[in-house]
C-alpha cells in the first residue's frame, strides 16, 4: 500500500491531522486540578489515619485471635485486625468472616 494510500485509510478512520491537534490548556487550570487532586489525598490519607487510630484503641482478646486464626487459616494479624473490625466482637466477626471473607496473600 502506497504511502498516500495509507494517509487516506488514516485519515478515514480518525480524521484528518488527528495526529497533529493540540490541546491548549493554561497553566491555572493544570494548577487548580493538581490542587483538587492533593485535597482528595490528603482526605482519603486522614481518613486512613483516622481509622487505623480508632482501630488501634480496640482491645481484642489474644484467645479470640487464636480462636479466629485457627479456625479459618488466617494469620494471626490478619485475625486480630479483622477482630478490631467488629469491635473486638468474635460472634459478629465469625458472622462477617462468614459472608465476606478477608482478601488472603498470594503465596508464591
Not at 502506497?2 to 485509510?9: F, H, L, N, T, Y
Request: glycine content about 4%; charged content about 45%; aromatic content about 4%.
Amino acid at each position: 500500500m502506497a504511502k498516500a494510500e495509507q494517509d487516506r485509510a488514516l485519515d478515514a478512520m480518525t480524521g484528518p491531522d488527528e495526529e497533529e491537534k493540540e490541546v491548549k490548556i493554561d497553566a491555572k487550570t493544570i494548577e487548580k486540578a493538581f490542587l483538587r487532586l492533593r485535597e482528595e489525598q490528603d482526605k482519603a490519607y486522614a481518613t486512613k489515619r483516622e481509622k487505623e487510630r480508632a482501630l488501634a484503641k480496640i482491645k481484642v482478646e489474644k484467645s479470640d485471635v487464636k480462636v479466629l486464626a485457627t479456625h479459618t487459616g488466617m494469620k494471626t494479624d490478619v485475625a486480630e485486625r479483622f477482630l478490631k473490625e467488629s469491635d473486638g466482637d468474635l460472634k459478629a466477626c465469625l458472622i462477617k468472616y462468614i459472608s465476606e471473607p478477608p482478601p488472603q496473600p498470594v503465596e508464591g
